[in-house]
């Protein structure tokens, strides 16, 4: 009777021994959650003074609070543009970890979020892109994130040239692919230009030919405790393919 009890006693502990090595060392579970709207629909909740570059208040926080109970409606939400993960070689041209998230997409129930649920190690940062089907709505003309701190408004800026930092920031996407195939955007480009210091950032990708859509990259930068990121992208059709009937004149 001891032996058996002593059987199963060492059996329980290499049991609890074997689950420990098998949990990856240091992993913390981070979840991003994505949506995409008009930008008419983004800026009927912001209050004055909110639309600012890395303003927040409460027009903000009745969004992320709308969003997150479920009670957005799901009739303008741009579901062509789903948050993904980016295939392991464009990751690592952006210096990004390796990544297999649980995928619960947006508006199967009342929740318009995408949500990525992942582990990953603190100090390291992974990269997500959105890629428009549909043709509407080209241009991404405001984004607000939240990784520490309350959701905030950022307006994309063109990639800096000096040591300024941006959130937010816009790059032809033909230059993009062109570094992304050398493996040298986030090395000789981002890293020195891309604010994380809120744990997300975002790259817009501005297309070359105006009748299609940009593309969104996402970088959520890994915090020493379990995080919720959340990014609401808001689209509008690009002004510069609209010309006044019979005059070469752009509206702008």
């Not at 909110?50 to 479920?70: F, H, K, Q, V, Y």
Request: aromatic share 10%.
């Amino acid at each position: 009777m001891r032996y058996d009890r002593c059987s199963a006693l060492v059996g329980a502990v290499g049991l609890v021994a074997w689950l420990v090595l098998a949990l990856p060392v240091g992993a913390v579970e981070y979840r991003l959650r994505v949506v995409s709207i008009p930008e008419s629909a983004y800026a009927s909740f912001l209050r004055p003074g909110e639309s600012r570059d890395g303003a927040s208040g409460p027009g903000l926080d009745r969004l992320e609070a709308t969003l997150d109970r479920g009670e957005f409606p799901s009739g303008p939400v741009l579901f062509d543009r789903r948050v993904q993960p980016v295939r392991e070689s464009l990751a690592q041209a952006y210096g990004g970890a390796r990544i297999l998230p649980t995928v619960k997409p947006g508006g199967a129930g009342p929740i318009v979020f995408d949500e990525m649920i992942w582990e990953g190690k603190p100090g390291e940062h992974s990269v997500w892109i959105l890629l428009p089907i549909i043709r509407n709505f080209q241009e991404v003309y405001n984004v607000a994130l939240r990784g520490t701190g309350p959701l905030r408004n950022f307006q994309p800026y063109t990639l800096p040239m000096n040591n300024n930092r941006v959130t937010a920031m816009q790059v032809p996407l033909n230059f993009l692919w062109a570094q992304e195939e050398r493996g040298t955007i986030w090395s000789n480009y981002l890293a020195h230009s891309l604010d994380l210091s809120l744990g997300i950032g975002v790259v817009i990708g501005v297309n070359v030919n105006p009748l299609f859509p940009d593309q969104v990259y996402l970088i959520t930068r890994h915090s020493e405790q379990p995080t919720t990121y959340e990014a609401v992208v808001g689209w509008r059709e690009r002004r510069l393919d609209r010309e006044a009937p019979g005059s070469s004149v752009i509206i702008r």
